[in-house]
Each structure stands twice: as C-alpha cells, then as structure tokens.
C-alpha cells in the first residue's frame, strides 16, 4: 500500500468543466510534489512546495492551480483544460527540502485525467 | 543541465536469471544522488534502490544492485533471479545534492521496459 495517497484515481472532464486532485500524506514530509506523465514517458516535474509554500512551478499553464492547505494535503485545481492534458498526474513527498540530504521522494499510485 | 540516458528501451530475462539494466548521466557537479525507481502496470513510482555519489561502495538491497562507476558516470541496476513480480518500467534518476533552491529536482532517463519470462 502507498502511504502516499491520491484520489480521484480515474478523472473524466470537459473542457469547461473545473475539478480538482487531492494528493495527502501522513509521513510528515515538508515537500510535495506535482507530476505530470504521458505514456511511456518518465515523469515531468510541474509544482514543488515546500513546508507549505510554492518553490518551484516549471513553467505549468494557469489552467493547472496548486494548492497546500497544510503540510499533509495537497491538491491541484483543474480549469479548461485542453485535451494534450489527459495524463496520469502522480503526487510525491519528501521528508527535507533543500538541505542536500539524501531523502527519497515517495510517490502516490496517480490520477489517470481525460479531457474530452 | 543534468541528463540521464537509459539507452535499452526494452529489455527481456528469463524468471530466476540476472538482467543489467544501463545508466548513464551527465553532469559537472561532483556531489549528487541516484536512484532507480520501478513502475509496473499499476501506475505507482517505487524507489528501488538509491547511491550516494560520494559513496563508494555500490549499495544493494536484496536481489538489487547498482555498478556505479563515477569517473564513468554509469549507473547501471543489477537484477538477480529475476521474478515475475519485477516486470515493469525502470526509470534512472539524478538528483542534485546542492543546497540551493531547485535541488529537489529528480532528472529522470527515459525508462527501460523489462519484461520477464516465465
């Protein structure tokens, strides 16, 4: 079992429709993450928070809105997304952000999102 | 920028063998880390296996193995008796051990398929 948990776990929407991720864990880890991944492809980063705040956003379109109400949760809002955004949105956890130490990050079993 | 290139796209082993999967990564930094993660059907990214760049001795954990060769920078994951349990995507990946804001950033190869026989 993940200890890191997302849910939905299968995600259909509209164009116009607005839905969110939810990614929590319960690790204690102070850095979150957001991916996105395309078939047989290896992950891409899109939002890092640390204890709370945004760190790093790679660029991502505005349609796609991170949010960490608090240290275990994690969601991504959804708005007019367009059909090149079906993926499989992975969340992760790390225990220390930035201090060089060797804290694997943990992932989570992902969204699998389709735009129609 | 730091690359990492698997360049076995695919890869097969009969259950009970040994299978190699390639690793190699390009970067100027001198300290780092490396991980293999596994991927299989059911979506989820496992750590299997991680090395620190100023260690040298090559870490192990039960039938996984890395070579790591730093001069080299090779990177390559030993498998030994293979299971059916271990078919799945493997993916190479770096991570800066600096300090600086972004050293949480995982640069992933492109991934080898491994299918294992029975």
């Known amino acids: 079992d993940t200890e890191v948990t997302q849910t939905p776990k299968h995600l259909v929407m509209g164009m116009t429709n607005k839905k969110s991720l939810k990614c929590e864990q319960h690790?204690?880890?102070?850095?979150m993450y957001w991916y996105k991944q395309k078939a047989k492809k290896p992950p891409e980063l899109m939002f890092v928070?640390?204890?709370?705040?945004?760190?790093i956003n790679e660029s991502v379109p505005s349609r796609f809105s991170p949010e960490c109400p608090n240290s275990s949760l994690l969601n991504l809002h959804l708005h007019a997304l367009q059909p090149e955004d079906s993926a499989l949105y992975l969340c992760?956890?790390?225990?220390?952000f930035g201090q060089g130490i060797n804290q694997p990050q943990h992932f989570g079993d992902g969204t699998r999102l389709s735009i129609l | 920028a730091q690359t990492v290139t698997q360049s076995q796209p695919e890869m097969s082993v009969q259950e009970a063998e040994t299978v190699t999967l390639s690793c190699t990564y390009d970067?100027?930094?001198?300290?780092?880390?490396l991980f293999w993660y596994k991927q299989p059907p059911s979506r989820q990214m496992i750590l299997v296996i991680r090395?620190?760049?100023?260690?040298?001795q090559n870490a192990t954990e039960n039938r996984f193995s890395v070579n790591f060769q730093k001069a080299a920078k090779s990177f390559s994951l030993k498998i030994s008796d293979s299971q059916l349990g271990d078919a799945a995507m493997y993916f190479c990946?770096?991570?800066?051990?600096?300090?600086?804001?972004?050293?949480?950033?995982?640069?992933f190869g492109k991934g080898t398929k491994l299918t294992v026989n029975p």
């Open positions: 992760a956890s790390s225990l220390l």
């Open positions: 690790m204690g880890h102070r850095a």
């Open positions: 928070y640390s204890y709370e705040k945004l760190s």
């Open positions: 970067t100027s930094e001198s300290d780092y880390y």
């Open positions: 090395q620190e760049a100023y260690k040298q």
């Open positions: 990946a770096y991570r800066s051990a600096m300090t600086q804001g972004g050293s949480e950033k995982l640069v």
